[in-house]
C-alpha cells in the first residue's frame, strides 16, 4: 500500500506564494507519474500539474507560468511551487501517484485558500 501525505497549505493573500510538498512511502521509480491536482467547491478535481519518471512535465493552462512542479528523488517528494496566486486557486490540493501497474494513489488533501 503506497502512502502519500501532503503538507504546506494554508492561507494567503493573492499575489502570494505557498510551496506545497508530497512525501510517498516508495521510491519515486517505482511509478509512473506523479502529480498535484486540486477540487474546489462544487467543481470536479483537476489536474494542476504532473511529472513523470522521466522528469517530463505537464500544466494546466490556468497555472502555467505560476506554477512549478519539481521531485527529490533521494527524498521521495514532490513538491508545487505556487506563486501569483489567484482566489480561483483556492481549494484543496491532492497529491496523486500512479504505480507501473497503473494502481492510483491519492493522498488525504490540504487546503489553499487564496483570499484578502
Known amino acids: 500500500q503506497v502512502q502519500l501525505v501532503e503538507s504546506g497549505g494554508g492561507l494567503v493573500q493573492p499575489g502570494g506564494s505557498l510551496r506545497l510538498s508530497c512525501a510517498a512511502s516508495?521510491?519515486?521509480?517505482?511509478?509512473?507519474?506523479m502529480g498535484w491536482y486540486r477540487q474546489a467547491p462544487g467543481k470536479q478535481r483537476e489536474l494542476v500539474a504532473g511529472?513523470?519518471?522521466?522528469?517530463?512535465?505537464i500544466y494546466a493552462d490556468s497555472v502555467k507560468g505560476r506554477f512549478t512542479i519539481s521531485r527529490d528523488i533521494a527524498k521521495n517528494r514532490v513538491y508545487l511551487q505556487m506563486n501569483s496566486l489567484r482566489s480561483e486557486d483556492t481549494a484543496v490540493y491532492y497529491c496523486?501517484?500512479?504505480?507501473?501497474?497503473?494502481?492510483?494513489?491519492w493522498g488525504q488533501g490540504t487546503q489553499v485558500t487564496v483570499s484578502s
Open positions: 511529472i513523470t519518471r522521466g522528469d517530463s512535465t
Open positions: 516508495r521510491m519515486f521509480f517505482s511509478f509512473n507519474t
Open positions: 496523486n501517484a500512479e504505480s507501473q501497474d497503473y494502481e492510483n494513489y
